[in-house]
């Protein structure tokens, strides 16, 4: 079983936060990281959850209807935090730490922002998942040689795919039947603690 920590390693630091990334490549307790990647509206991506700023900046501001050096700082227990570039995480030494980066965009976006994701994407050295609820991204990533799971919150189920990750409310027989029957590998979100495993999922995506 591989555990990822649901946007980085939230114990001392903010969500999505370089600093919560960087510690869960150092945290034994995890093989890796799961966040959150999305555009801002001269088309950088960044490493953020919400499509606005107020939650997690106490600034009300649509994240595509502002330039990235526009976007006020994280702030978590009276720090600021500087809201990260996906750039600012291809840099880290090689490992086999899992980075599953979700993207938060549908797919009808701009080919150079499609480019230039593809790009980035090149300069991780670690193992790569891109999860999203867009499943159109499914046929990029395949044409890109990159492995994609399928992120699903309903009772619609993909009609294809190698790998679903599932929020573990949801499961039922009909997904237990279709994941046996195609051999599809089966991950989960969001684990808060060891009781609400109701699977023996590949993945599984914790707060930790």
Not at 95 to 102: A, C, D, T
Request: glycine share 2%; proline share 3%; hydrophobic share 35%.
């Amino acid at each position: 079983m591989i555990k990822l920590f649901h946007r980085g390693d939230r114990e001392k630091y903010p969500e999505n936060s370089f600093e919560a990334i960087e510690s869960s490549l150092f945290n034994y307790e995890c093989h890796g990281f799961e966040t959150d990647i999305r555009l801002t509206k001269d088309n950088k991506w960044i490493i953020f959850h919400d499509d606005n700023t107020k939650r997690m900046c106490n600034v009300n501001l649509n994240i595509k209807e502002t330039n990235y050096n526009e976007l006020p700082p994280i702030i978590y227990q009276n720090k600021k935090y500087k809201i990260p570039l996906l750039e600012d995480i291809t840099n880290f030494k090689p490992s086999l730490k899992i980075f599953n980066l979700e993207i938060k965009e549908s797919f009808d976006i701009d080919d150079s922002a499609k480019k230039n994701l593809i790009n980035l994407l090149k300069k991780i050295n670690s193992p790569i998942i891109i999860s999203s609820f867009f499943w159109e991204w499914y046929d990029w990533c395949l044409s890109n040689k990159l492995y994609f799971g399928h992120l699903i919150e309903e009772d619609e189920i993909p009609t294809n795919g190698e790998f679903w990750i599932i929020d573990y409310n949801i499961l039922n027989e009909k997904i237990i039947s279709k994941v046996k029957e195609k051999n599809i590998k089966l991950g989960c979100f969001t684990i808060k603690n060891k009781k609400e495993i109701n699977y023996n999922y590949d993945i599984q995506i914790w707060d930790n």
